[in-house]
């Protein structure tokens, strides 16, 4: 029901734009985040942007990446800027159901019950 894209190769201090869409169900009342994971590393949490608009990042993404979403679309973005090698990762959207999840609890993975396949993402020097 979510369906990531837009993973690819790029150098260091280059951009990519992820695109995650949702079907079969709206997600446009919902808390939607993003997460990723490294080769041999747990799954961590990346951003998350709330139904009503607002944003939240991780410290090590803040100020390099944003997070949108067109609830018209069913589709949510990660527009990641000034990429790193440490950004190296596949990359997930989440979504929760129709609900937003509470904000003390957003960085929780498993706050969200839904999820995509995942984008690679490989930053190179």
């Known amino acids: 029901q979510l369906q990531a894209c837009g993973g690819g190769l790029v150098q260091a201090g280059g951009s990519l734009r992820l695109s995650c869409a949702a079907s079969?169900?709206?997600?446009?009342?919902?808390?939607m985040g993003w997460f990723r994971q490294a080769p041999g590393k747990e799954r961590e949490f990346v951003a998350c942007i709330r139904w009503s608009g607002p944003t939240y990042y991780a410290d090590s993404v803040k100020g390099r990446f944003t997070m949108s979403r067109d609830n018209t679309k069913n589709t949510v973005y990660l527009q990641m800027d000034s990429l790193k090698p440490g950004d190296t990762a596949v990359y997930y959207c989440a979504g929760a159901g129709d609900r937003e999840i509470i904000l003390s609890n957003v960085r929780n993975s498993d706050a969200y019950e839904y999820w995509g396949q995942g984008t690679l993402v490989t930053v190179s020097s």
């Open positions: 079969g169900r709206t997600f446009s009342r919902s808390t």
